[in-house]
């Protein structure tokens, strides 16, 4: 069983204490550094008021990415389903 630990990441000029899983803290730490590379990015690219609305671009990206690589896997599997039941038809004969 894995420990929680609480750890300080900063986000849009933010501080934030997170409590994440002491083998999850990497991954974790590598989502917030690229969450701040989005960030940098759309200030480059858009004018904003503050930061809160270059991280709605930020999570409108993401969630964007999550639904399509989500109907991605439900396509890929019911195409594997299919071709499953199809050599399961062809073993019964």
Known sequence: MTEDILI???IAD???KVRVKRDEEEMFRKAVEEVK???RDYAKIYAYKDK???LAMV???YVTS???M????VFSDKTLVAKLELIESILST
């Open 8 to 10: 300080s990441v900063e």
């Open 14 to 16: 933010r501080i934030y």
């Open 37 to 39: 590379l989005n960030v």
């Open 52 to 54: 809160q609305d270059l």
């Open 59 to 61: 999570l409108l990206q």
């Open 66 to 68: 999550y639904i399509k």
């Open 70 to 73: 989500k109907e991605e896997n």
